[in-house]
């Protein structure tokens, strides 16, 4: 049997909305070191035993809402969180991974050998720049990821909402959500994958706000 473990209510805080960013497991571009973005690729076996390992320890904190990026990854990782809570997993275009254009399948050195002008602007963390071939800039996703989250606390009420999603766009998600400037996203540090991130959001009279609980976590 566990103990649940509560922490006193700031004063003037009624209501606290708590939303799981949870990165998906591993794949075999992960392995290889490929930008993924959008490219539809699904967890490997290592992945789906690293997403079944964190599934029961994410149970432990009660979630009442599972959402999931609509890329195979992502969903197939929420599955195995789905299995152990009983919960739908309803799936949502906004927390798929940053469109990376052409950097899409290749290895860092690939890219910089294709596009060293653009991965100098992209590895410098400017917000709006866009990769050719159709790449979304950090400040489109981090507006998209927004949206998710507010949508999921919302329906959340007080409980806990786990969003199954991508490491990139979860940093950019919880840059926008506590005020850190989209430019400095590279101070949060990287995902691990089946890491996750809680955030909690406390509103009241004269409050709304976001905090950041813990980062990049993998036990309890």
Known sequence: MTESVSTP?????????????????????NVE????????????ATGLAQARRAAPMLARMEPSLLVSSDLARAYETAKALAEV?????????????TNGGGFQGLTGSEIR???????????????HHRNPGGGESRSDVAARMLSA????AEEVGDGLAVLATHGG???LAVAQLIGLPL??????????????????????????????????ARTL
Do not use: C, K
């Open 149 to 152: 989250v507010l949508r999921a």
């Open 85 to 97: 809570t009983g919960l739908q997993v309803r799936t949502d275009p906004d927390l798929r991974e």
């Open 9 to 29: 209510t700031p004063s003037g805080v009624q209501r606290r909305a708590r939303v799981v960013l949870w990165r998906h497991g591993q794949t075999s571009w």
């Open 183 to 216: 430019e400095r996203v590279g101070s949060l540090g990287v995902m691990s994958n089946t890491a996750w991130t809680l955030l909690e959001r406390r509103t009241g009279t004269d409050v709304d706000q976001w905090v950041l609980v813990e980062h990049n």
């Open 169 to 171: 766009a979860a940093r």
């Open 33 to 44: 070191g490929r930008f993924q973005g959008q490219t539809d690729i699904g967890v490997d």
């Open 113 to 127: 050998q294709a596009y060293p002008t653009d991965w100098a602007v992209w590895a410098s963390g400017d917000p």
